[in-house]
């Protein structure tokens, strides 16, 4: 054991580290440590706050460095984070804390890869690849990809991640800078960066690069993706492109403005990823993104709500679902809608209406209690009430057997509360 922990110094020589604010060095001066992945792969499968003291004890007992234990327990925390986008990959990836935040999560960079594929591009540039997650779904799918990134811990990260791929090359060079046409390639990604010490930037004038500059830099090609924030306004589109709002089990990271031989017509599209499936619900017809949703006239609820898909509600596909499946809205700038009869599909949520009362906390309080519900879901649009404020409220006893519901809206202009059951279907 002697023997082994004076043999590690060796790849904690003092020289040439750069040094990170934490005390940790930067992930390239760990990567070229020449034990430097035996100690990533030293690391446990999760992190625990309780024995990063222990852990970090036994990992410098071995000989490694302070500030490389350091950073393999930043990597080790980062891991444990990124499951959520990455699965079981996350254990063998590198990030940055700023890169994982804006890292795209791989199935929606699956979705990315595949829209490229079926536009005819064999080569995509990723412009700004950050960690690399969308480089690794366009290598995965087999495009030929190279990768351009300014920040040297991210594009180390992006490296190490990509490493299995003999059809990716990451290069540490702002993209603007480099010669893109060098490569041939017919397609770009480019992911802006919204975030700026801290701070999200909401106009896509101020993202990094601006909205227009990545418009521009999009036109060279042949086909382009530029991912956006999943809040931009219609007037921000460009008249001849294809913009998608994607979805990821009810939630709504992003949506991507396609351009070239990757919008076959202009148009807002859905497109929904649930339980690992991918739906698209998008117009038959062409039209400018940048048009007003249509409006649809409200109608008092039936037996049952439908919340719809974010993705639908962004992309402003209301009016078609409602028409699609004979529903309206439930009140003016209301995202509920309502029917009499239950609808079964991926861009929306269905419950059967129990009751419809007053938004009174003292009597649908009561109510539940006379239900018997126990476990209590709660949604909100068109009031100011705050859910936790109401669960305290409305003083539901969490032994009861049943559980639902309560939607606390609007329904034709006046505040109501509505209990509902939800229907557990597989889409079709």
Excluded at 56 to 76: F, H, I, K, M, P
Excluded at 117 to 144: N, P
Excluded at 271 to 284: D, E, L, M, Q, S
Excluded at 403 to 412: D, E, G, I, K, P
Aim: net charge positive; hydrophobic share 40%.
């Amino acid at each position: 054991m002697r023997e082994r922990r004076r043999a590690a110094p060796g790849i904690i020589a003092r020289t040439g580290r750069r040094k990170c604010q934490n005390g940790s060095v930067s992930i390239a001066a760990l990567l070229h440590l020449p034990l430097g992945e035996q100690l990533l792969r030293a690391l446990p499968n999760g992190y625990s706050p309780e024995d990063v003291f222990k852990l970090s004890a036994r990992l410098r007992a071995d000989g490694y460095a302070a500030e490389y234990v350091n950073e393999a327990l930043t990597q080790l925390r980062l891991r444990t984070k990124a499951a959520e986008k990455f699965g079981s990959l996350a254990r063998s990836l590198l990030y940055t804390a700023a890169g994982l935040e804006q890292a795209t999560r791989l199935s929606v960079a699956a979705v990315h890869a595949r829209r490229f594929l079926d536009s005819g591009i064999k080569t995509v540039v990723d412009f700004g690849c950050g960690i690399g997650a969308d480089s690794y779904a366009f290598a995965d799918l087999g495009l030929h990809t190279r990768s351009f990134e300014k920040d040297p811990d991210a594009a180390a990260a992006a490296r190490y991640n990509l490493r299995r791929f003999g059809n990716a090359s990451v290069f540490c060079a702002d993209g603007f800078t480099a010669d893109l046409t060098a490569f041939g390639a017919e397609g770009i990604w480019i992911d802006p960066a919204r975030r700026k010490n801290a701070i999200r930037l909401k106009d896509p004038g101020h993202w990094i690069p601006p909205l227009p500059r990545a418009l521009d830099l999009a036109g060279r090609f042949s086909a382009a993706g530029i991912k956006t924030a999943p809040g931009i306004p219609y007037s921000h589109l460009p008249e001849n492109s294809a913009v998608s709002w994607i979805s990821v089990d009810g939630e709504l990271p992003e949506a991507v403005i396609w351009t070239g031989a990757a919008c076959p017509a202009p148009k807002r599209e859905a497109v929904v990823i649930r339980n690992g499936h991918t739906y698209i619900y998008a117009p038959c017809e062409a039209h400018d993104p940048r048009t007003a949703a249509k409006t649809v006239t409200p109608r008092a609820p039936g037996k049952y709500i439908f919340e719809p898909d974010p993705a639908i509600i962004r992309s402003g596909q209301i009016s078609r679902l409602c028409t699609e499946f004979g529903l309206a809205p439930i009140s003016d700038q209301i995202a509920y809608l309502s029917g009499d009869v239950p609808v079964s599909t991926p861009f929306c949520t269905a419950f059967e209406v129990l009751y419809t009362g007053t938004l009174n906390m003292k009597k649908t309080g009561k109510i539940l209690r006379q239900m018997e519900i126990g476990i209590l879901e709660i949604k909100k649009r068109g009031t100011d009430l705050q859910p936790e404020a109401m669960r305290k409220a409305l003083r539901t006893d969490p032994r009861a057997p049943h559980s639902a519901t309560l939607f606390a809206t609007r329904v034709m202009g006046k505040h109501r509360a509505i209990i509902a059951r939800r229907i557990r279907k597989a889409p079709k």
